[in-house]
C-alpha cells in the first residue's frame, strides 16, 4: 500500500473500492486535535496514507492551539463524502498588534511536542474552497490552513501525506501560550469499529 499506489487509485476512480478494502484489515484509529478521528494505514519514510472521519457520533479531541495550522508536508486529499471547505490563511508577521503566536508541532508516537517559537503574527482568511464527494485537492507544504466540516456533517477523506525537508508542523495559538505535550487518544475497539462501519455505510 505505497503512497503512490493509493494515489493511482484515488485518481484512477477506485476510491471507494480502496477505501473498503484498506479498511477491511487491522486498523487503530486514533482522535486528532483538528478535530477528526485518523485512522491510519501506512507510513513509510517520509509518506503516509490516513482516512480522516468527521463526524458527530464519535467524541473529537480539541485542539489546544487553534485549527489554524500548516503542515510539514505536500497533502494530496480525496472526499469520499460529505463536503470540506479548504480554507487558506494568510499569515503576516506582528508586532505589538499581533494577535496569534506561532507553535511548533513534533510528532511521535506518543503523542505532540507544542513548542512557542518566537513568531508573532495577524491572519486573515484568504482563499475558501469547498469539495464534495468524489473531488480531490493538493496544498504544498508550509500553507497555513483551516479544514472546515459544516455544522453536524459527515464526511471522510482519504490523505496522502509526502514530507518536504526542511519543513515544519507549525500552528497558530495564544501569544502568551506555553510548551505542552499532548498525548494522543486512541479510540478502543469497539470505537474504532464504529468508525469504520459510518465510513463503510456511505460507501455501500
Not at 3 to 30: F, P
Not at 146 to 156: F, L, N
Not at 193 to 202: C, K, M, Q, T
Request: hydrophobic share 35%.
Amino acid at each position: 500500500m505505497s503512497h503512490d499506489d493509493v494515489y493511482k487509485a484515488l485518481v484512477g476512480g477506485r476510491a471507494r473500492e480502496w477505501t473498503l478494502r484498506a479498511l477491511s484489515g487491522e486498523v487503530r484509529a486514533v482522535r486528532h486535535p483538528l478535530g477528526f478521528v485518523c485512522l491510519p494505514l501506512e507510513r513509510e519514510g517520509g509518506d503516509g496514507v490516513c482516512v480522516h472521519l468527521w463526524s458527530g457520533a464519535l467524541a473529537h479531541a480539541e485542539s489546544t492551539t487553534s485549527q489554524i495550522h500548516c503542515h510539514s508536508w505536500d497533502l494530496f486529499s480525496h472526499v469520499l463524502y460529505g463536503q470540506i471547505r479548504n480554507v487558506h490563511v494568510n499569515v503576516t508577521d506582528a508586532g505589538p498588534d499581533a494577535t496569534h503566536r506561532v507553535f511548533e508541532v513534533v510528532s511521535d508516537a506518543r503523542g505532540d511536542r507544542i513548542s512557542p517559537t518566537g513568531r508573532t503574527v495577524r491572519h486573515a482568511t484568504g482563499l475558501v474552497e469547498a469539495f464534495g464527494p468524489g473531488d480531490s485537492y493538493t496544498l504544498r507544504a508550509g500553507l497555513f490552513h483551516s479544514s472546515v466540516v459544516p455544522e453536524g456533517g459527515e464526511a471522510a477523506t482519504v490523505a496522502l501525506g509526502r514530507g518536504r525537508p526542511g519543513s515544519r508542523d507549525l500552528s497558530l495559538g495564544p501569544l502568551a501560550g506555553r510548551g505542552h505535550h499532548v498525548a494522543r487518544q486512541p479510540l478502543d475497539p469497539e470505537e474504532t469499529a464504529r468508525a469504520v462501519s459510518l465510513i463503510a455505510a456511505h460507501l455501500t
